[in-house]
Nanobody, 127 residues
Framework: QVQLVESGGGLVQAGGSLRLSCAAS????????MGWFRQVPGKEREFVAA????????YNPDSVKGRFTISRDNAKNAVYLQMNSLKPEDTAVYYC????????????????????WGQGTQVTVSS
């Protein structure tokens, strides 16, 4: 099980950019598929990006496609979420999550697929 710590959140104006980072502990990071989710109070956790173990496959929902990019650096035990053209509706707590993946090209878009979560980082986009 890896331990996950997010960073990089903050306050940004609409149209701006932020890059979130998720640092993972442990020596088996490359065995895990990773995902980013977000949540606002009173709503369910929403999927925003996923990446396979190898980093070769990624997926975004339509709500963020073309604006958010997930990447990973297995040598640094880190996964990133580059967020561009931010909108006020992107305001949320952002979480990274991990799960073991036997297939190097598998990625997962459901929160139920992930058993391990970070503590979250707040992103606030002002209009």
């Amino acid at each position: 099980q890896v331990q996950l710590v997010e960073s990089g959140g903050g306050l940004v104006q609409a149209g701006g950019s932020l890059r979130l980072s998720c640092a993972a502990s442990g020596r088996t990071f490359s065995m895990y598929a990773m995902g980013w989710f977000r949540q606002v109070p009173g709503k369910e956790r929403e999927f925003v990006a996923a990446i396979s173990r190898s980093g070769g496959r990624t997926y975004n929902p339509d709500s963020v496609k073309g604006r958010f990019t997930i990447s990973r650096d297995n040598a640094k035990n880190a996964v990133y979420l580059q967020m561009n053209s931010l909108k006020p509706e992107d305001t949320a707590v952002y979480y990274c999550a991990s799960r073991p993946a036997y297939n190097i090209d598998s990625y997962y878009s459901s929160a139920n697929d992930y058993a391990n979560w970070g503590q979250g980082t707040q992103v606030t986009v002002s209009s």
